[in-house]
């Protein structure tokens, strides 16, 4: 049974559950539910919790365990076949899963496992068997990976069962002693409550562990990138020149040179525009063109990125190429800097504008009052006023907006291309981190090896960088920002 099935099967017994937790409630009453310590959608709520929550956590937990156990069953069964080299043994489980995966295609279009066995023993190309039913491998399937398969296909079914047996076992179990312990002195509200204390701690431990487990998996292989590769020519050289036969020079500098500047243009556009929109709507404009101009700014931050890549790619650049770079002889390429700075900061300008609109506009209007009251005109309120005590939060807000400009990828690679050097010309083409990075990982690389493992280490380094922005904002925001009542 699929753990999705399972899940509705669980939900709905625990939706049941509840029902009978209502009706069982007011039953212990005779009907007069004001003899009740709780209400009876408490002891509903109870009964819910306890069938749900125990059976979907044991699920959870299996299917975390559960990979773990059966990888380490599959090699044991290899023998001498899975050896201490990790690119080597991820290859063979992959080949398992395909071919496991493959049997199960086989299995539904009707062939038994006696016929499998048999046709296996008459065909020496499993990878032709295996591809009439869309299953790719590299290479034909040697018999040691055929019967490794066989296992790994019948333990995940017995697996699947075992899993499926437990779960329900639990929430029949949890629905049981939860109605049974229904009373007219229970008090189900104080249960239900704690419950969902501890439900809600649970979530918040789920982000901070999640943080833990992405800044660890960084960590991890970027010490073993650094082993591979020296720490020093990565932070010191100049040059980014990856060779997977050997040769690389892997300098993060033109890559954050490319980032940097980037962003620089994006923000040298984003955050007048934005921070002028946001005076105006929130100083000079009428509530009925607020009411509008508002939410057409913000529209530009549900555009999905690609469609900025787009935006750039057809428009921007080539527009920027004939009418700037060439009658100015700094460039011939449609992919540059500015394309790729321009369009991010269309993009960057809700983020400026809206958090600054809300900033400008919890700045008391007795402040203004006051401004008004000595003679000070609204421009120079607003100078001298207003922005002062709106500061922090407008800080906060460009600073939010620079993480975001340093972590774009696709309009960087569809405006700005792919080339790693370090140039002032803002008409050439260069390339950022995040791209880098997806290039690094894409394609059919070794892992193991330092041109494919640099993409940890300049994950971890752009993940300082904005961690340090992150910090420095909330600095500022602290330092400098004012309570009003």
Do not use: C
């Not at 069982?24 to 709780?38: I, K, Q």
């Not at 590299?138 to 017995?158: E, I, L, N, T």
Request: aromatic share 8%; glycine share 8%.
């Amino acid at each position: 049974m699929s753990a999705g099935l399972l899940t509705l099967i669980v939900v709905g017994l625990a939706g049941v559950g509840f029902l009978l937790g209502w009706q069982t409630s007011v039953r212990a009453t005779r009907g007069d539910v004001r003899r009740l310590h709780s209400l009876p959608k408490y002891h509903g709520q109870t009964v819910f919790l306890f069938t749900a929550v125990p059976a979907l956590l044991a699920m959870a937990l299996w299917l975390l365990v559960q990979p773990l156990i059966m990888d380490a069953r599959v090699l044991s069964g290899l023998g001498e076949q899975a050896s201490n080299d990790e690119a080597a043994v991820a290859l063979i489980l992959a080949d398992v899963r395909r071919v496991a995966g493959g049997l199960d295609a086989l299995e539904r279009a009707g062939m038994s496992a006696d016929e499998l066995a048999q046709l296996r023993a008459q065909t020496t190309d499993m990878r032709a068997l295996l591809g009439t039913v869309g299953v790719a491998l590299g290479s034909d399937v040697a018999p040691q990976v055929f019967d490794a398969a066989k296992r790994y296909r019948a333990d995940k079914h017995m697996s699947a069962w075992a899993m499926s047996g437990l779960v329900a076992i639990l929430a029949l179990v949890g629905l049981t002693a939860a109605l049974r312990r229904i009373h007219q002195e229970f008090r189900a509200r104080n249960v239900s409550e704690t419950f969902v204390r501890w439900l809600l701690i649970g979530a918040s431990l789920i982000a901070v562990l999640t943080t833990l487990g992405i800044v660890l998996s960084l960590v991890t292989e970027t010490v073993h990138f650094f082993q591979l590769y020296p720490a020093r020519d990565f932070f010191l050289s100049f040059t980014w020149n990856p060779q997977f036969r050997g040769g690389s020079e892997l300098g993060i500098w033109p890559l954050l040179w490319g980032t940097l500047y980037v962003s620089f243009v994006a923000l040298l556009f984003a955050i007048p525009v934005g921070l002028f929109a946001a005076i105006y709507l929130a100083e000079y404009a009428s509530a009925r063109l607020r009411s509008w101009a508002k939410p057409a700014i913000e529209i530009l931050a549900g555009i999905p990125t690609i469609v900025y890549g787009l935006f750039a790619l057809i428009t921007v650049g080539p527009l920027l190429r004939d009418y700037f770079a060439q009658p100015m002889g700094l460039g011939e390429s449609s992919s540059s800097v500015m394309t790729a700075g321009l369009v991010m900061g269309i993009m960057l300008i809700p983020f400026v504008s809206s958090l600054s609109d809300d900033i400008i506009n919890s700045v008391p209007q007795s402040m203004r009052d006051g401004s008004y009251g000595l003679g000070a005109t609204r421009s120079e309120t607003i100078r001298q006023v207003v922005l002062p005590a709106a500061l922090p939060g407008v800080v906060g807000a460009i600073l939010l907006a620079a993480s975001r400009a340093i972590g774009e990828t696709m309009i960087v690679v569809m405006g700005a291309g792919a080339a790693a050097k370090m140039s002032l010309n803002p008409f050439e083409a260069m390339t950022t981190i995040t791209v880098k990075i997806v290039s690094q990982l894409t394609g059919d690389t070794e892992f193991a090896s330092p041109e494919t493992l640099v993409a940890f280490g300049l994950g971890l380094a752009l993940f300082v960088f904005t961690l340090g922005l992150n910090v420095l904002a909330l600095y500022v925001v602290r330092k400098y920002r004012e309570q009003y009542e």
